[in-house]
């Protein structure tokens, strides 16, 4: 059974609730290339963990503010798109889940322009206290004006990962905790944020929300991780995207970190530039490959869904528990 069966969430809905918003936005009017791309964008799918940990969270509260936690839901995904359509043009990617990027179907500009969109129409959306995207103005809530700024505080923060991540592209001196924490402002803070949000939006209570939070982080890390581990282990047809894209885009990841411990591979890593060869990428991308770097990273991973598994461990009591270890078991590297 996959997650969204065994948690109860209706994937079908849930996509149905995505394309609402886009066809009920009143600057949105066909025939417009936003309208259509952000349609598209949904319809490529995806895995919709963001949503999912929503839900999750929302289990720790009541069962009555179900339209709240759908709204956190749908534009936490939102937003999660959005910054994909950055992420892609960024790391020059053309592919992503088996599908041409936005920015090869349209171009950069246009793509950059939807991707701003989109973030701006999210927050604008948090911003609505009555949960419609039609513009009618409710007073905000002390509570609300909190999340809001705690919402744009996160969309800083994924900024700032990115920004960082861009900024050492290259930069093999790059520290482990310089790492760690570009993972955490990139990745895991989002995820952190949809366990704590929709636990908010059920109304659980704030000490419940902030352990959410880090079990969220905690899965967060260990996903990125992952994330990173396959761009070294898995081909191309699997993740949808070249093999080594990271490194090829001065990405510095974790296993690079690991690998450039090793005395006889870290001259080979330091030597490539924006300007390598591919022959010398992939020599060097084979090489991390079959390195010990891969099993220190994979234990990392581990001791991060370790940590995760001891918070949930202190839920003992609490019937969403349960999802929650669910959850855990999909991330398990
Ligand atoms: C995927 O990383 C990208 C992210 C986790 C975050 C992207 C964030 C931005 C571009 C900042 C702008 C965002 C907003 C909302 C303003 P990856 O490249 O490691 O993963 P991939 O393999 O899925 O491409
Ligand atoms: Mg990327």
């Known amino acids: 059974m996959n997650i969204h069966n065994r948690i109860g969430m ?3 809905s849930f996509d149905r609730l995505l394309q609402e918003v886009v066809t009920s936005d009143r600057d949105l009017t066909p025939p417009s290339v936003v309208l259509s791309s952000v349609m598209d964008l949904i319809n490529a799918g995806g895995k919709r963990l963001r949503p999912l940990m929503v839900v999750i969270g929302s289990r720790f509260g009541d069962n009555d503010n179900d339209s709240a936690v759908m709204k956190t839901a749908v534009l936490l995904e939102y937003l999660h798109m959005a910054s994909l359509v950055h992420d892609d043009i960024i790391d020059q990617s053309d592919m992503r889940r088996g599908r041409p990027t936005l920015h090869e179907t349209t171009d950069i500009q246009t793509a950059v322009q939807i991707g701003n969109y989109m973030i701006a129409r999210a927050i604008e959306w948090a911003a609505h206290s009555n949960g419609e995207p039609d513009g009618s103005s409710e007073d905000v809530s002390e509570e609300e004006a909190y999340r809001l700024a705690e919402l744009a505080a ?6 700032m990962g990115e920004y960082d991540q861009l900024h050492h592209r290259f930069n093999y001196d790059l520290t482990m905790e310089q790492y760690l924490e570009k993972t955490r402002c990139k990745t895991a803070l989002l995820m952190a944020h949809c366990l ?3 636990a908010e939006a059920a109304h659980a209570d704030p000490p419940i929300a902030e352990r959410l939070f880090q079990i969220g982080e905690a899965i967060g890390m260990a996903f990125q991780i992952q994330d990173d581990l396959l761009d070294f282990t898995k081909p191309k047809e699997a993740i949808g995207k070249p093999a080594g894209a990271d490194l090829r885009n001065g990405n ?3 296993p ?3 690998a450039l411990n090793d005395p006889a591979l870290a001259p080979k890593i330091r030597q490539l530039g924006p300007h390598s060869s591919e022959a010398d990428m992939d020599d060097v991308i084979i090489h991390i490959t079959v390195s010990t770097a891969i099993e220190q990273s994979e234990q990392l991973a581990r001791s991060y869904a370790e940590q995760a598994q001891l918070m949930i461990g202190e839920f003992a009591d609490h019937p969403a528990q349960q999802d929650l270890q669910a959850l855990l078991q999909y991330f398990l590297p």
């Open 10 to 12: 209706d994937l079908a």
């Open 154 to 159: 996160l969309v800083t923060e994924l900024c």
């Open 196 to 198: 704590k949000a929709g």
């Open 252 to 254: 510095i990841t974790l």
């Open 256 to 258: 690079v970190i690991y």
